[in-house]
């Protein structure tokens, strides 16, 4: 409690508290959004399955699929979730035992919202279970082995958290476990269905995941232990810098040494190496959207996904142009070069790594025609119209980044601005399809909303010229803006 104290006290108490005020209230609405969503699943989930599938169970169905859910959450908590840390340099100076630190710092992990999302979506889904006649002790034992589970998937995540390996062996497993269903290759799904189904036959089973918590538990204390060093603690973390030319991009002439830069900082900085590596991810989109029965007939939505899947990179990345180079803007506001040289560089990356997103899409064919029409409108709207959108609104940026922070979940450097740049990037097209559809068809609406984009592209000197008067405009502002402290 000494140590929950302290914590609230130093969050009361932080030079950024009211800044990011507005920020904490959306995360908060937003968090708030997803348990009420993870609640209404978990009420109505039975009901659903038992009418869409009446000839099958819905509890067993639920156990066939369990185990898609358990390594999508591990891959997301990977994705998103933080490392628990509290501040505890100043206390390997004090008489304070090291073993209660280590497990204050675990403990406070176990109520972390990834725990409470999972849990409001599996203890109501038993509740449910049951009011429906469930054998009481089985559906007890069930979901006591669910919420050690999910305890445990915590801890797991901890253990392999930034193993690149790790993620790649997971997204290898749930593809594998996807396809053998898709195209039943082999019953994977039953096979694990009736290992937890078992857990409800004998529920003294479910012990097994109080020992797999326990030895996970263990292993993270003593991890941890290990690097609680007062010495570790203030010791300077040294790498060895990795240089690379990239002769190939000189090239595209002036603004080859401004996308050198770019992407150096994108190699060697956590921040922005998360938004690269997202951009990648959002690729699945497809999968998710096209296999949905829920969406897969719904152009807007599939629209919407693909603007993601094509323009993932522009917009996580162009969204907080100029803040990534925040720390040291005032020195290159102070060197004799071409602003809309800089300007353009930015564009250029955009644009090309929403040609190779593009490239990377075209397996999606397998779908149809049509969705993959769908991929190529929203390739031809990110192409032309969102880098430039995002240079724009990137001019009323006042927040530096701080490139040594994680990228998941982290809102530092955020504001206002970034939500507002979203708007027209995510809603014009769809509102264009909206319209243009009802009357005119699928063909017209696709083809309107490609040629925003290649409208787009073609007066783009044009555009450019008037964002370029925007940040001159805004520069002395923007400079002051990256002094405050972050």
Same mark, same amino acid.
């Given at each position: ?183 039943? $290759?082999?019953?994977?799904?039953? !096979? #694990?269905? =009736?290992?937890? @189904? %078992?857990?409800? &036959?004998?529920?003294? *089973? ?76 959002? $690729?699945?989109?497809?999968?998710? !959207? #096209?296999? =949905?029965?829920? @969406? %897969?007939?719904? &152009?807007?939505?599939? *629209? ?183």
């Amino acid at each position: 409690m000494r140590f929950f104290n302290l914590e609230w006290k130093q969050f009361l108490r932080s030079a950024s508290f009211g800044k990011g005020m507005a920020i904490k209230i959306l995360m908060f609405f937003f968090a708030l959004y997803f348990l009420i969503v993870f609640l209404s699943l978990g009420i109505g989930g039975y009901f659903f399955l038992k009418k869409e599938y009446p000839e099958q169970d819905p509890f067993v169905l639920v156990n066939q699929f369990l185990i898609f859910g358990l390594i999508s959450d591990l891959i997301f908590r990977y994705i998103m979730q933080k490392i628990p840390i509290m501040d505890i340099k100043p206390m390997l100076i004090l008489p304070v035992r090291k073993n209660k630190l280590v497990n204050y710092v675990l403990t406070k992990s176990i109520f972390s919202f990834f725990n409470l999302g999972t849990l409001m979506l599996y203890i109501p889904f038993a509740i449910v279970l049951l009011s429906e006649g469930y054998n009481t002790t089985g559906i007890l034992g069930w979901m006591f082995f669910i919420i050690t589970t999910t305890l445990s998937l915590n801890f797991t995540n901890f253990l392999i958290n930034k193993n690149k390996k790790a993620l790649f062996a997971m997204v290898l497993l749930l593809g594998v476990l996807w396809v053998s269903y898709t195209y039943q $290759l082999f019953d994977l799904t039953s !096979f #694990f269905g =009736s290992l937890f @189904y %078992k857990i409800y &036959e004998i529920p003294a *089973l479910a012990f097994l995941g109080v020992l797999v918590f326990g030895i996970l538990y263990y292993l993270n204390f003593k991890e941890l232990s290990s690097k609680l060093y007062l010495d570790s603690a203030i010791k300077a973390k040294v790498e060895e810098a990795k240089t690379s030319n990239l002769s190939f991009i000189d090239r595209l002439g002036s603004v080859a040494p401004f996308i050198k830069n770019d992407i150096r900082l994108i190699a060697r900085n956590k921040r922005t190496k998360s938004v690269f590596l997202m951009s990648f991810l959002f $690729l699945l989109f497809g999968l998710f !959207f #096209f296999n =949905s029965s829920v @969406y %897969k007939d719904s &152009e807007v939505m599939l *629209l919407y996904a693909c603007i993601f899947m094509t323009g993932g990179f522009s917009i996580n990345y162009g969204q907080f142009v100029p803040a990534w180079d925040g720390e040291h803007y005032n020195m290159l506001m102070s060197q004799n070069f071409n602003y809309r040289k800089y300007l353009e560089s930015k564009w250029y990356l955009m644009v090309m790594m929403t040609v190779i997103l593009f490239v990377l899409s075209t397996p999606y064919l397998y779908f149809g025609f049509n969705k993959y029409l769908l991929i190529v409108t929203g390739f031809l709207f990110n192409l032309g119209f969102t880098p430039l959108m995002m240079l724009f609104i990137g001019a009323y940026n006042r927040k530096k980044i701080d490139l040594t922070k994680g990228g998941y979940t982290n809102t530092q450097g955020t504001s206002a601005t970034q939500f507002l740049a979203l708007i027209p990037v995510m809603l014009l097209p769809m509102l264009v399809y909206a319209v243009v559809n009802h009357f005119m068809g699928f063909n017209v609406a696709i083809a309107a909303i490609a040629l925003i984009g290649i409208i787009s592209f073609v007066f783009k000197n044009s555009i450019m010229n008037g964002i370029e008067r925007k940040y001159q405009e805004k520069k002395y502002i923007t400079i002051h803006g990256f002094k405050q402290k972050v």
